[in-house]
């Protein structure tokens, strides 16, 4: 479970671990642990507060952990240690502890939260190799451009049709990336932009309950002895939307199956659900798969849509920076392609500050230590959770100078990339668990911002002065606005 569901932690422990056998059971078993950690010999482990007994350091995190634990870092070092009930939880806060966990170490702390069997791990490799062949090879984008294309000029269309009304960004960019998605796997759009009731109603509020479940804390992860009693519901509520959210593609895959069977001819271009079939995968392999896709690849992309058009209007100096770069760079035709964003060197720079700023995952996903090893003179045991919590090394004063300024020049003379060979800007990982779908994301989230900025003009409603933006974060599936961006279209462009 990422750190970012257990800071919620708080308000149900004391709430669940009231009863006062339940409370001594736990105590005993901490004070068992603890004398097993103090008779092992070795370095110590990684500083870090001190530990109440039983829930540990939860209370220490609050509703913003990425903000709490760069604080904790600042007193106890860039590579801490916090106990989470029975998980032990070390954290790295800066470019050179990043760079021991992500590369110096990274073969031993690259595991995943998931069950370790061989058969298991074999399955995982064989999933991202299958991915990363499908999906994000440049061969695959390459031939994903069109499809892009023609979703960000029915974004556009939409925005038109909406000229002089508030629009919520994050909600339009969310249903713009999400239907991308359906159509790369599934040939089909799920969410109508042009459709109000749609864009409120039934999906996109299925989606959301499945990120709330999948980001709230679960006990059972920090006291396995509570497992088998899903005593707050979540694996019942987990397994009723999955029943509910894969019955949106179940009919499509019961289709496409016939139709093989048949020998059907298919006249529209391949997608990710006929490679599935052919390749033999089950349904639930599928619903598996696509569900991961979509949580994965929907809520980080529309949320840095919507920091990026944030920070932008807040800094109005960079919109028009980027407005006069798209219309020197932009000259075939009346509107943004793939192939010109390679040119989009100062809109770049703006998507990299924006990730710096407000990475989507603070703390990347967690690592697992494979086997116990020796990072910096510490211990990391076996089994340990292992963070990186980037958002604190993007606002390393050590790391960059004026870390909290909206500033896109700084990556105009620096070879900074998003490929994790920098430690110093991670916002997509590094090493071997680096995002499989970086490049996918960044030709999508470029080609969205280049076309928002190209086609309209932007202005807040209630004349609002853009200075005064709220900036205001909250955490929750991913790095969010505390509120939502709300901007009033004007078409510039109007060739769509």
Request: with cysteine; hydrophobic share 45%; aromatic share 8%.
């Amino acid at each position: 479970m990422e750190i970012m569901a257990q800071a919620a932690l708080a308000g149900e422990v004391i709430n669940l671990l009231f009863p006062v056998f339940l409370s001594l059971c736990l105590f005993f078993l901490f004070i068992k642990l603890i004398k097993s950690a103090s008779s092992a010999t070795g370095p110590p482990l990684p500083p870090g507060p001190h530990p109440w007994p039983v829930v540990g350091n939860i209370f220490r995190l609050g509703r913003k952990p990425h903000v709490r634990l760069s604080q904790l870092a600042q007193v106890h070092g860039p590579l801490m240690s916090l106990s989470l009930g029975r998980q032990l939880i070390v954290v790295a806060s800066s470019p050179a502890t990043a760079t021991q966990i992500l590369k110096t170490h990274d073969k031993i702390l690259c595991g995943r939260y998931a069950p370790v069997s061989s058969r298991r791990n074999d399955q995982l490799k064989y999933l991202d190799n299958f991915l990363w062949t499908e999906l994000f090879s440049t061969r695959a984008i390459d031939s994903q451009a069109a499809l892009r294309e023609k979703k960000v000029r029915e974004l556009i269309r939409y925005l038109g049709s909406k000229e002089g009304e508030v629009v919520n960004i994050g909600e339009v960019m969310f249903a713009t990336v999400f239907n991308i998605l359906c159509n790369l796997f599934l040939s089909k759009d799920f969410i109508s932009l042009e459709d109000d009731e749609i864009m409120k109603g039934g999906i996109k509020r299925l989606l959301r309950s499945i990120s709330e479940v999948a980001s709230t804390p679960n006990l059972a992860d920090l006291f396995p002895i509570l497992g088998p009693l899903d005593i707050q519901g979540l694996n019942k509520k987990a397994r009723e939307l999955f029943v509910k959210i894969t019955a949106m593609w179940e009919d499509i895959i019961k289709e496409r199956r016939e139709a093989q069977s048949a020998g059907g001819h298919v006249s529209r271009q391949r997608d990710l659900l006929d490679v599935l079939i052919d390749n033999n995968f089950s349904d639930d392999q599928i619903n598996n798969l696509l569900l991961k896709l979509f949580t994965a690849g929907t809520h980080t992309s529309s949320s840095t849509i919507e920091w990026a058009m944030a920070e932008m209007m807040k800094n109005q100096e960079s919109l028009v920076k980027a407005r006069i770069e798209l219309a020197r760079e932009i000259k075939r035709e009346n509107q943004v392609r793939e192939a010109d964003l390679c040119n989009l060197v100062y809109l770049n720079a703006c998507l990299k500050e924006t990730l710096r700023l407000h990475p989507p995952a603070p703390f990347l996903l967690p690592h697992r230590a494979i086997k116990t090893c020796t990072v910096m003179n510490y211990t990391i045991p076996k089994d340990s959770q292992v963070f990186v919590n980037v958002w604190a090394i993007g606002r390393d004063s050590m790391a960059w100078s004026n870390p909290l300024s909206f500033n896109p020049e700084r990556f105009l003379s620096s070879n900074l990339g998003f490929m994790g060979n920098n430690f110093e800007f991670i916002p997509f990982g590094a090493g071997r668990r680096i995002c499989p779908g970086l490049p996918m994301a960044g030709k999508q989230i470029q080609l969205i911002m280049a076309s928002l900025i190209y086609c309209c003009n932007w202005s807040l409603p209630n004349g609002t002065h853009p200075s005064t933006l709220n900036m205001n974060d909250k955490l929750g599936v991913v790095l969010q606005r505390e509120q939502p961006l709300l901007l009033i279209p004007k078409l510039r462009r109007r060739n769509y």
